[in-house]
């Protein structure tokens, strides 16, 4: 093998087992392990082996201002083992299937044509699994970073998917689309057109720089407000359909059941409900008296949040927080709320209501909406649960020490 090509391979490796380490090693952060980047909504016993087929990289959400992920911090879940080595010049997109002209772009050529810029988060359909929430237990002390750490936000550079359908014309059929990524896998994952036509991005562009290979390099779809698994990374095919596919990812993985339809999996979950998090002081960081900054994320599916709420007594009032400019559509939203801690036991937690008006659950109400009791939650293991969005309260001990209250 080319002995650069290897040492770049191992140096992509290198970077990305220490994105993880480092990134977890923030300020008085405490009780996480090592092994944390690795999970995927499921905790390893301590000291216990376990395998994985894919790698993770959670976002370090307790530091960094703003709502710009810096990109080298931007989470990670890749369904091998490996990136993919790809050639830039060799690549290319195929827009194929039921359209008048099949087209294959290189990247260079995509390039040449009409562009958007746009902020956009993130999010993988697992992030803040129940499972990954500790309850109390000193060895699940994780910080925000691991369980809510699977959403990212980003100013992504591409072309509208919708320009690339219409010049390759669709047909009468046409309503589905297959999307490949060329990595090992395959990673492949079926989309509406209707979406696709509305504000998908076919992104080569990342905060102002090309994607990173995590990411995706040199393209990869962009599906706004919808779980992250829609926007195939490596983007090779895109394939024009008269139905909704099953691919592997969809089927054997990504399909949750669940009690409110009697144990069955829901086909597709497609976009997030409103969601936010106090990522500030948050479990694992340690609070001192006085004047707090309380900080955090609010971003939902359905567009533009307009308002975050937060509580210091543990739900029992609620003062509105501080939006800061710019909110954007789809994307994170920055809030802060000034505060002092006077040294008491507190619960501290954030509440949004998005565009359309609907406000973030708490547990209960979550709960309740998807047919399940609050003591479901206390079964071992953790019933599993995608598109999580309940309330998070972060417990704050008089001797300044913060943990995970989602389940306490
Ligand atoms: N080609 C390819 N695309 C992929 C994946 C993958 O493994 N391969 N993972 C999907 C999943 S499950 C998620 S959550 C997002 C993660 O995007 P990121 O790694 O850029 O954060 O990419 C999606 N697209
Ligand atoms: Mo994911």
Redesign the pocket.
């Known amino acids: 093998m080319n002995s650069n090509r290897s040492s770049r391979r191992r140096f992509l490796k290198q970077t990305a087992a220490l994105a993880g380490v480092a990134t977890g090693a923030g300020l008085a952060v405490r009780g996480q392990s090592a092994q944390a980047q690795h999970l995927h909504g499921e905790l390893p016993r301590r000291g216990a082996r376990y395998t994985i087929d ?1 790698m993770t ?1 959670y976002t370090p959400l307790q530091d960094y201002a703003g709502i710009i992920t810096p990109a080298s911090l ?7 083992s490996e990136f993919p080595e790809i050639d830039v010049r060799q690549h290319r997109l195929t827009i194929h299937g039921l359209v008048d002209r099949p087209l294959s772009f290189t990247v260079e050529e995509l390039k040449q044509l009409p562009s958007v810029s746009r902020i956009h988060f ?5 992030n803040s699994s129940p499972a990954i929430h500790g309850a109390g237990d000193p060895n699940l002390g994780l910080p925000v970073q691991f369980i809510h750490g ?1 959403t ?1 936000c980003s100013e992504w550079t591409g072309v509208p998917l919708s320009v690339l359908l219409k010049e390759a014309g669709l047909q009468k059929e046409a309503s589905w689309l297959v999307s ?4 090992a ?3 492949s ?1 079926t989309l509406p057109l209707a979406k696709a036509m509305e504000d998908v991005i076919v992104a080569y562009g990342q905060n102002g720089e090309p994607l990173r290979v ?3 390099y040199p393209v ?2 962009v599906v706004p407000g919808w ?9 090779t095919h895109v394939k024009v359909v008269d139905q909704p596919y099953m691919a592997w ?1 969809e089927s054997m993985n ?1 399909s949750v059941t669940r009690p409110d339809l009697r144990d069955k999996a829901r086909w597709y979950h497609f976009q997030f409900g409103p969601k936010s998090v106090v990522t500030r002081p948050s479990a694992g960081l340690e609070m001192l008296r006085g004047y707090a900054q309380i900080t955090g994320l609010a971003w939902s599916g359905a567009g533009v949040i307009n308002k975050v709420e937060v509580s210091t007594d543990g739900g029992g009032s609620w003062k509105e927080a501080k939006r800061h400019a710019p909110v954007l559509p789809r994307a994170h939203t920055r809030f802060t709320f000034d505060w002092a801690w006077d040294g008491q036991e507190a619960v501290i937690q954030s509440r949004c209501t998005d565009e359309a008006g609907e406000v973030q659950p708490s547990l209960a109400e979550l709960s309740k909406d998807w047919g399940m009791h609050l003591e479901d939650w206390k079964k071992t293991p953790r019933p599993r649960a995608i598109h999580f969005n309940a309330i998070q309260p972060w417990k704050i001990a008089r001797d300044g020490s913060i943990s995970d209250a989602m389940f306490a």
């Open positions: 894919h990289h931007h989470f990670m879940q890749q369904h091998s993130l999010e993988c359909h697992g699977m990212s490949e990524g060329g990595d896998g395959k990673f994952h995590e990411q995706g990869r779809l779980e992250a698994p829609f926007s195939v990374k490596y983007l990812n990504h």
